[in-house]
């Protein structure tokens, strides 16, 4: 199961209390205080792995307690320290404070970690507070409470393109085509549940990776087909490529479907309207009489938006279209960008 959002709680241990001890031993009158300090309670962390994939283990357990800091010992010994706890979140987590939603990370690289509780300091023993005018405190501090939140953590999936289209636009057969990801395909709406990402070979120097998310239909704001869920996933991408079927089977307007897609971006996040897109017109080797095509493509050149008719089945039009969006990607500095 792809699971991408969670709540989870984070508590940190507390620092355990000091000391109240006084020096005992034979020949050895008044010996005076020697209460230890508490230990320090065990922090939380998170930590960035590609080891997990999605949030799903989130599902199973919600609540992280570190473990607390022992109580100071006689001999000015100092309680035991807390075991930290480190938590693995995949890469592309984003961590929110869930009360303030106050950003806490944004993990993009392997092994960033941050702390989200910190343990609680431990007491100070009655060793500490003797002085001169007195010489036998019984005085003792309490440990620190450690730290504790509710952390709300979204995965938001690393691609450089993001393909959007309606339902049957023909998405996870482009990716199909065109990398070694194998989403579901099928001619029925809502074929692919979860988002898939696919790297593509541009040339022998660079590969970029695209993500293919569920369909998306009008009113998907409203929560209408799969709703918006999965937008998330396309908002850290460098690009949007906008798929269009010109199928002779399909009966939408394809300048329409254009305005529709773009309206469902901007209510869901009016920064996706910023990126830079492009729009493929698909299924060409179904085109019929090629009114549709002809159509979206006077729309795409009077707007300078580029365009590209292709068929990820007869592989029509592939070349160009994973050339150019080498291009733009490399161009756009993504990070995702590296050389093969
Ligand atoms: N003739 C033709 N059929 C295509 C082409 N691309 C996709 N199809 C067909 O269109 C149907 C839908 O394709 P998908 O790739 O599953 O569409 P999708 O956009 O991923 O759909 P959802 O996952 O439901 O959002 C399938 O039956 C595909 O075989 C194409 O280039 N030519
Ligand atoms: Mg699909």
Redesign the pocket.
Known sequence: MFIDYARIYVKAGDGGSGACSFRREKYVPRGGPDGGDGGCGGSVYLIASSRVSTLLDFRYQRQYEAEPGGSGQRANRQGRTGADIRIPVPVGTVVKDADTGELLADFTKEGETIMVARGGRGGRGNARFATATNRAPRHIEPGRPGEERWLVLELKLLADVG?V?????????????ISAAR???????????RPHLGVVHADDFQHFVVA?????IEGAHEGRGLGHRFLRHIQRTALLLF?V?I?VWNHDDPVQTVHTLRHELEAYDTHLTTKPFLVAG?????QGDGQKLHQLQAWCEQHAIPFFP?????G?GLNALIAFLGREVAALHHPCVTPC
């Open positions: 393909l289209g309606f339902p049957n636009a023909g998405k996870s057969t482009l990716i199909s085509a989403p579901e395909i099928a001619d029925y709406p809502f074929t692919t549940l293919d998310i569920p369909g998306l798929l079927d199928s698909t299924k060409i080797d179904s292709i068929s990820a089945v007869t029509a």
